[in-house]
């Protein structure tokens, strides 16, 4: 049973999030001591909600999947903050469903968008390049070139359209890429036939 926690709560004793999206990419956030680790039970989507003009990600459940990610200790249990930053999204417990090299059994959260509050992206809600390069770069930083494959691979919504904004991004925390790293996202777009919307703001 899924059990979600709002704003105001706080999970008692040591709190860590689970991050799968940009938060894997390190330069993205000031999370210290964040480590990899892998969240089972549920499965990473292209989501969008009202709360946003683009598509982003979410996790939902599934009782066989499993994605990589990044578990980062909440400084003094400072949800607040955190919840700020993941504002469309609502916290849920992961504490045993998270697998990592911690020598203690942490509290984890992973943020979700519950379901019936979220749809699928559409050329008005697309995925943004920038937000999605973001995600690769952290990726392939923390995962090699095998991980960034994992990664496509298990998120589900690659029939979205993307919204290539890399010449000019319009997602807040963009990062500069090396060539090889956008080249990374670029093949995988193409082997999953994803189709881009150009940006002609």
Known sequence: MIQIKTGTETLIGNSYFFGYGSLVNRASHAFASAIPAQLTGWRRV????????????????????????????VPEADWPAL??????????????????TLPHTPNIAVYTI????????????PILLSYL???VQGYFHE??????????DTTLGWDAPVLDDRAKPLYPR???????????????????GVSLIDHSD
């Open 114 to 125: 519950p379901d019936g509050y979220h749809g699928a992206p559409t050329q008005a809600h």
């Open 83 to 100: 919840d700020l930053r993941e504002a469309a999204y609502v916290r849920a417990t992961a504490t045993h469903q998270v697998r990592h």
């Open 46 to 73: 292209w989501r969008h909600t009202n709360l946003r003009p683009v598509a982003y990600l979410t996790v939902v459940p599934e009782p066989e999947a499993e994605i990589d990610g990044l578990i980062a200790p």
């Open 174 to 192: 963009h990062q500069n890429l090396s060539t090889f790293e956008r080249t990374q996202t670029d093949d995988h777009l193409d082997r999953l």
């Open 133 to 135: 390069d973001v995600v």
């Open 143 to 152: 995962f090699g070139v095998a991980g960034v494959q994992r990664f496509f």
